[in-house]
């Protein structure tokens, strides 16, 4: 093993060990339960879900606040189980695709929860992206409550594009778990932060498992 492998390995295993530890401490603090739907919402609000999967997040979120949740999931099969769970919900919508930097279509390798565009196992399936400027655009999208994003490496481009724009400042509350099997995935990551902290401020951060941001800057910020 050369100095390069042998550090690779290394660093791989120490993120694997930290990586560990902030899912422990995540869980132990509740935030599956606590964190992840603690929010001022009600009937008016709008939430956008980017990564619906199989519904169960909109359907916990719905039953606390009833309020109209818009759905992203890209794969047709997991679409279909989204919209037969809702199909009696009227506040509940399912959009066939997913957000990002540019419209366009994409293979994404299907495999459960970890269905993703960025990595090699899974079964092919070609999906759409929609641009996220021009989707808000088209729908006269104003005013965002709560944007939830856990789209296995798409978060970059798509908070990279919604920085760009602007279109953030939209949103009061962005809650985004970043993935680290993207190449440049920290850097990207950090970058995202930076910019976010232009118009919002972290109310919680696990690295790597799950943060949300709050429009309104602190004196830090």
């Given at each position: 093993?050369?100095?390069?492998?042998?550090?690779?390995?290394?660093?791989?295993?120490?993120?694997?060990?930290?990586?560990?530890?902030?899912?422990?401490?995540?869980?132990?603090?509740?935030?599956?339960?606590?964190?992840?739907?603690?929010?001022?919402?009600?009937?008016?609000?709008?939430?956008?879900?980017?990564?619906?999967?199989?519904?169960?997040?909109?359907?916990?979120?719905?039953?606390?606040?009833?309020?109209?949740?818009?759905?992203?999931?890209?794969?047709?099969?997991?679409?279909?189980?989204?919209?037969?769970?809702?199909?009696?919900?009227?506040?509940?919508?399912?959009?066939?695709?997913?957000?990002?930097?540019t419209s366009r279509t994409?293979?994404?390798?299907?495999?459960?929860?970890?269905?993703?565009?960025?990595?090699?196992?899974?079964?092919?399936?070609?999906?759409?992206?929609?641009?996220?400027?021009?989707?808000?655009?088209?729908?006269?999208?104003?005013?965002?409550?709560?944007?939830?994003?856990?789209?296995?490496?798409?978060?970059?481009?798509?908070?990279?594009?919604?920085?760009?724009?602007?279109?953030?400042?939209?949103?009061?509350?962005?809650?985004?778990?970043?993935?680290?099997?993207?190449?440049?995935?920290?850097?990207?990551?950090?970058?995202?932060?930076?910019?976010?902290?232009?118009?919002?401020?972290?109310?919680?951060?696990?690295?790597?498992?799950w943060e949300n941001w709050?429009?309104?800057?602190?004196?830090?910020?």
């Open positions: 093993m050369s100095f390069q492998e042998l550090a690779n390995w290394l660093n791989r295993r120490l993120y694997r060990r930290k990586h560990r530890a902030i899912l422990k401490k995540w869980y132990a603090d509740g935030g599956d339960h606590r964190f992840r739907f603690d929010y001022p919402l009600d009937r008016q609000s709008l939430v956008l879900d980017l990564g619906g999967y199989e519904g169960q997040w909109a359907n916990d979120l719905y039953s606390r606040y009833k309020c109209r949740i818009m759905v992203f999931e890209p794969v047709r099969s997991f679409a279909d189980n989204i919209c037969a769970r809702f199909r009696n919900n009227r506040d509940i919508e399912v959009l066939q695709y997913g957000l990002g930097a994409e293979m994404i390798r299907v495999c459960g929860a970890s269905s993703s565009t960025y990595k090699h196992r899974g079964t092919p399936e070609e999906i759409r992206i929609v641009d996220a400027a021009k989707w808000f655009n088209d729908r006269r999208i104003q005013s965002v409550q709560l944007m939830k994003i856990n789209i296995e490496g798409g978060e970059f481009e798509l908070l990279e594009r919604l920085i760009e724009t602007g279109l953030v400042a939209t949103v009061d509350h962005v809650q985004v778990q970043f993935h680290n099997f993207s190449v440049g995935a920290r850097r990207r990551m950090e970058s995202i932060q930076a910019g976010l902290r232009l118009t919002h401020t972290p109310t919680y951060q696990y690295e790597f498992v709050v429009r309104g800057t602190d004196s830090a910020g």
